[in-house]
């Protein structure tokens, strides 16, 4: 990624400034000067009663990427046409892993349809279902990257990169200081299979994001940007919050992950104390407001 010096951003600065002075449209900075996404899961209740309407609202707000979480039975083509009127972008999509095993060629020729550059695992299987087990061992996340690792050499022959997303399980201990995120580090090909990182989860987990930054620079090309309120019970159980009312500094996470390749970054806020896009107009303004 490229940084913006600070010669450039001031008189970005002072450009947008004179343009709010003469009745332009007001310009914010970017912690780190790319287009501000949004995790679609974020207005899940909203999209089912009106799809195009939420998307131009979203628009409206200033996000420009998205990614996806669920289609609500919408034709590929129709989702596309949809992103185009509103002005949005969809990037990527989430899929489980037993989504992913059940149809990869229909996920995939979805995905080629809408324009998408990545198809990303939002969650693991244990090998064995009938195991009847849910907690991953070690095996269960070598199998996963194995998997992950087959579906990228299958996605990435059409175009399209495969990702994964964690949660707080990657970080449950496995014995000996082992942790999932590890072996999906370890075991997949770098070739094939990227990640995207979210911060929240990662801290909720017990681990520093800016340790992965720093580590895997180059692993890591997707980020998700939530805030978490303090810890009740299971820290592992969190909720959701607005950008900077929680317990998440992201000033070294942006100061690392500028250092870092990442490519696209997402707000995503799962739950909401008042009206959800108004939340999500604040968690926009935060990121412009960070510096």
């Avoid at 994964?164 to 072996?183: A, I, S």
């Avoid at 009740?232 to 900077?244: A, E, F, H, N, Y």
């Amino acid at each position: 990624m490229q940084e913006i010096s600070r010669r450039s951003f001031l008189k970005a600065g002072c450009a947008a400034a004179a343009a709010f002075g003469m009745g332009g449209a007001r310009v914010f900075a970017n912690p780190l000067g790319l287009p501000i996404g949004l995790q679609l899961y974020s207005v899940r209740a909203l999209l089912p009663k009106d799809y195009l309407g939420t998307l131009k609202q979203l628009a409206a707000i200033g996000y420009k990427e998205v990614e996806a979480a669920g289609f609500f039975d919408h034709r590929a083509l129709d989702v596309k046409k949809a992103m185009a009127d509103a002005g949005l972008r969809c990037v990527s999509a989430h899929y489980p892993m037993p989504v992913l095993q059940k149809d990869p060629e229909g996920t995939l020729h979805y995905a080629k349809t809408l324009g998408l550059e990545y198809i990303v695992c939002s969650s693991p299987s244990v090998a064995d279902p009938s195991a009847g087990r849910h907690e991953l061992t070690a095996d269960d996340w070598r199998w996963n990257a194995e998997q992950l690792n087959r579906f990228g050499r299958q996605f990435k022959a059409e175009g399209i990169r495969m990702g994964y997303h964690n949660h707080t399980p990657e970080f449950r201990d496995l014995g000996g200081g082992r942790v999932g995120y590890d072996v999906l580090l370890k075991d997949t090909d770098p070739a094939l299979v990227t990640f995207e990182m979210d911060c929240a989860w990662v801290v909720a987990g017990g681990r520093n994001p800016v340790d992965y930054l720093h580590q895997y620079p180059d692993r890591i090309s997707m980020l998700h940007i939530k805030d978490l309120k303090p810890v009740i019970g299971d820290p592992m159980q969190r909720t959701s919050t607005v950008l900077g009312k929680g317990t998440i500094d992201y000033k070294p996470i942006f100061a690392a992950a500028k250092k870092a390749n990442i490519k696209h970054y997402f707000v995503e806020q799962e739950e909401f104390d008042g009206d959800p896009l108004d939340e999500l107009r604040q968690d926009y303004r935060y990121l412009h407001d960070l510096h």
